[in-house]
């Protein structure tokens, strides 16, 4: 016999529901292209504030094939293979790897078929998933990579990311807790509701 849901397990659920799917629609989304061609992120001065339920969406760099006569390809310069970490403030000055840092993602297809590889991070108070981190309201947080593979003549490259609001409550500290010629950050609150979703919502209201 199956297990039927009373009223009241219902009501809860679909509010769960509309309630993520509000979080969701109206996130923000910040894009950064990590690749040396980005000069604020290798002058250490990109800093980008953020919500939370924002989403921090970092691109790796990318390099397209070259077409070339007979229906060859071929690809152009030396390709860039990094590892971001989430690093504390000390380590973000000198750009260096320290004992506590995390290794957040690891950039190593920049000949990717369909385009560079993203990477997206949540800015959430609580997380249930192993591998995500939990932001606090009023902090800053560091992020840097360091070049992994042959091509270790990367420059150094670093974002800080301030999430709002500071607690009025109490005193806050400050903690730390792509193609290339992209060079800059987006930041786009999304706000159109997906076509498929609308059924759902249909749903949720009755």
Not at 11 to 25: E, G, H, K, Q, S
Not at 97 to 122: L, M
Not at 170 to 184: D, L, M, R, V, Y
Request: glycine residues 8%; neutral net charge.
């Amino acid at each position: 016999m199956g297990c039927q849901w009373s009223p009241g397990a219902v009501t809860v659920w679909r509010i769960t529901v509309m309630f993520n799917f509000a979080c969701t629609v109206f996130a923000k989304r910040h894009e950064v292209y990590w690749n040396s061609t980005n000069s604020r992120l290798s002058g250490g001065d990109l800093s980008i504030l953020v919500e939370l339920n924002d989403y921090l969406d970092v691109y790796c760099p990318h390099y397209p094939a070259l077409s070339l006569p007979g229906g060859d390809s071929a690809f152009q310069g030396p390709a860039e293979n990094l590892a971001l970490y989430l690093v504390a403030e000390e380590g973000f000055k000198g750009c260096v790897e320290t004992p506590g840092a995390i290794k957040r993602w690891e950039c190593n297809t920049p000949h990717a078929p369909f385009g560079p590889v993203r990477f997206s991070e949540k800015i959430q108070r609580f997380t249930p998933f192993s591998l995500g981190f939990e932001f606090v309201p009023g902090r800053h947080y560091f992020y840097s990579s360091l070049p992994t593979g042959e091509n270790s003549n990367l420059p150094c490259m670093k974002l800080r990311v301030t999430v709002c609001c500071e607690p009025k409550t109490k005193e806050s500290t400050q903690e730390s807790g792509s193609p290339a010629f992209h060079n800059a950050v987006t930041s786009v609150r999304t706000a159109a509701v997906p076509l498929h979703l609308i059924p759902l919502l249909h749903f949720l209201s009755i």
